[in-house]
């Protein structure tokens, strides 16, 4: 789970209102070691499930 990369696209596991993990796919604006810049792809209030 947690953040991964495939073929250009950068994917994370989320929660969804049922409480089922799915990914999701999203534009990440940056990284570093530790932390990655959203700027499409993810809203405000999805939980990410990074374990």
Known sequence: ???KES???TYVT???ENG???RVSF???GS???N???VM???EGMQVCLE
């Open 1 to 3: 789970m947690g953040i």
């Open 7 to 9: 073929g250009g696209t």
């Open 14 to 16: 989320v929660l969804d």
């Open 20 to 22: 089922d993990r799915r």
């Open 27 to 29: 534009v990440a604006g």
């Open 32 to 34: 570093d070691r530790e």
């Open 36 to 38: 990655y810049w959203c």
């Open 41 to 43: 792809g993810l809203t």
